[in-house]
T-cell receptor
Framework: DQQVKQNSPSLSVQEGRISILNCDYTNSMFDYFLWYKKYPAEGPTFLISISSIKDKNEDGRFTVFLNKSAKHLSLHIVPSQPGDSAVYFCAASARGGSEKLVFGKGTKLTVNP | DVKVTQSSRYLVKRTGEKVFLECVQDMDHENMFWYRQDPGLGLRLIYFSYDVKMKEKGDIPEGYSVSREKKERFSLILESASTNQTSMYLC??????????????FGPGTRLTVT
């Protein structure tokens, strides 16, 4: 049973436009969410996170929105740059429980010049 | 900055060989993890460890074992490599006590090919 779902395997946007990556989760115990970015042949790097006590967190061009009632989060990248082209993974954790992260399958973002 | 290093970036082994993948972190993190990443399947947890000499199975432990004799080092062992273990292997560490979050720090990965 997939607890964290990224339903879009790929996304293509033009440079300068907004990229929106989506993530849905099923486990209501999840209360901490992270986004990672991964280039080919490299390990994932942490991008941004959000706790369930918030509904928005912003860091430069990156903003994560959390809708707890819908069990949905999204990552917005504005403006998108060619260097943002990578695979983006959504991950979730439940505080007070295991310290594992549950990852989605990833969305490959391509930003075209 | 946290640094997680993995012993090899690329590795080619033959079917049936015993394979050791080593991971070292330099930030005194208590948690360490081994994942494999395959196209379309995301990151899948193989094993993790909360402390020295402690290990727990992840989602896909079959065919693998681990060893953690020192806090900074976590080894993944393929007892008898098979072609379906050809994959990218990623090690990670974390410490909610130190960092205040569940963020995991990843190594660069080892691309293992079993022929």
């Amino acid at each position: 049973d997939q607890q964290v779902k990224q339903n879009s395997p790929s996304l293509s946007v033009q440079e300068g436009r907004i990229s929106i990556l989506n993530c849905d989760y099923t486990n209501s115990m999840f209360d901490y969410f992270l986004w990672y970015k991964k280039y080919p042949a490299e390990g994932p790097t942490f991008l941004i996170s959000i706790s369930s006590i918030k509904d928005k967190n912003e860091d430069g061009r990156f903003t994560v929105f959390l809708n707890k009632s819908a069990k949905h989060l999204s990552l917005h990248i504005v403006p998108s740059q060619p260097g943002d082209s990578a695979v983006y993974f959504c991950a979730a954790s439940a505080r007070g429980g295991s310290e594992k992260l549950v990852f989605g399958k990833g969305t490959k973002l391509t930003v075209n010049p | 900055d946290v640094k997680v290093t993995q012993s090899s970036r690329y590795l080619v082994k033959r079917t049936g060989e015993k394979v050791f993948l080593e991971c070292v972190q330099d930030m005194d993190h208590e948690n360490m993890f081994w994942y494999r990443q395959d196209p379309g399947l995301g990151l899948r947890l193989i094993y993790f460890s909360y402390d020295v000499k402690m290990k727990e199975k992840g989602d896909i432990p079959e065919g693998y074992s681990v060893s953690r004799e020192k806090k900074e080092r976590f080894s993944l062992i393929l007892e008898s490599a098979s072609t379906n273990q050809t994959s990218m292997y990623l090690c990670a560490s974390s410490s909610p006590v130190i960092s205040g979050s569940y963020e995991q720090y990843f190594g660069p990965g080892t691309r293992l090919t079993v022929t």
